[in-house]
């Protein structure tokens, strides 16, 4: 951490507002379980036990306990309610019996990982962050990190049966992995399911993304229950995706990603042209039509050409792939034209990454992308129109994005 941030941080911890929003924090939430409680009781009011006394009583609190959240750590004691038959008991559901740490705290801890914080230091650094109170152990740590790799293994292995999907998006992720000669590659595939909400579909350790490890996704999918492949899967130029793509789902549309495509033309041309032709990669694929973005394929092909035949044969290159988007809703066209999805996602995992020695071994990355990768799933919203999905899955005619009526 830079010196100038370090004393920023340092001022901000100083600042009564801190202390005064913990004590705000902690008085609030000790009205809200004691409303909670005294619910509970109204709920048996009229209960009584064999001897005419009530049945459900306040009975003093339980041991004070603390609990670690995004600004700190909070002490509270909870209430004790005592059933005088012994049948019922009383639970929170607001601090749960065994709850010592918020979930977002819990959420944080991944990325420290992949920061490349050791399991020894992240008290130290969760200190910094959010006061010196806060303490967390390296078993504590340890225990998560078991407890997630079991989660991963519990969803790689999940029931596919009743699931099907409209989209994929493919992409290889590489991060620095410690004592590993060659950089780790993540296999990550992400779907829209017909109610068009997005999915992690499958994330798992790969070879440089060869055929072979695109096809153990996609038979493990099929074993698993995945009765068929998504009408469409948008990905890079990567050849093993598309080879195992084309033997396991052959009905499946392939688009390739316009992100990656302009970025491999532009490598193969001067930095002082670049501009001029990125502008003009982009009329290609946001042309409101597929006859308009041939021509505007040819106004390419006639200017750079003559001088940089690299770039324009990269372009040429799977021409057909990089317009199957004209065949969908146009609605659709901003979800389906690149793999963003996947790259916006893992973006922050990268840097976080880039700059380390490493982040640990090849299943230690694993879990914890998976993690970061589910927390971020929640956020993840439907894609627009997703009504109209069902009629892309029952095979209805698209042309230039518009539903194509049976004549």
Known sequence: ??????????EF?????????K???????????FAEAKDFLKQFTNCYDSYGRKRLVRNGYHKERQILWSGGSISIQMPRIRDREGKIKYQSHIIPRYLRRSDKLEKFIPYLYLKGVSTGDFSDVL??????????SSSTVVNLKERWMEEYREWAKRDLS?????YWWADGVYFNVRMENERSCLLVLMGVRADGKKELVAVCDGYRESKLSWKEICLDLKKRGLKKGPRLAIGDG?????????????????????????ANVLDKMPKSYQSQ???KIHEIYMAPTKKEAYRAFDDFVKMYEAKYCRAVDCLLESKQETLAFYDFPAQHWKHIRSTNPIESTFATVRHRTKRTK???????????????????????????????????????VFEDGVLKEAA
């Open 162 to 166: 009743d699931t099907e999907y409209v």
């Open 23 to 33: 004590e705000l924090a902690q008085y609030v939430l000790k009205r809200v379980v």
């Open 1 to 10: 951490m830079k010196e100038f941030d370090r004393e920023i941080l340092q």
């Open 238 to 262: 990567s050849l093993g995706f598309w080879a195992a793509l084309a033997e396991e789902f052959p009905e499946t549309k392939e688009q390739r990603c316009w992100v990656h495509k302009t």
């Open 127 to 136: 200190g910094c962050l959010l006061g010196k109170d806060v303490q967390l």
């Open 358 to 396: 490493g982040c640990g071994s090849k299943d230690a990355t694993l879990m914890m992308v998976f993690k970061l990768a589910k927390i971020a799933e929640e956020r993840w919203h439907r894609i627009n129109k997703y009504a109209l999905i069902p009629l892309v899955m029952k095979g209805k």
């Open 277 to 279: 032709a990125k502008r």
């Open 13 to 21: 911890q100083k600042a009564p507002f801190e202390e005064a929003l």
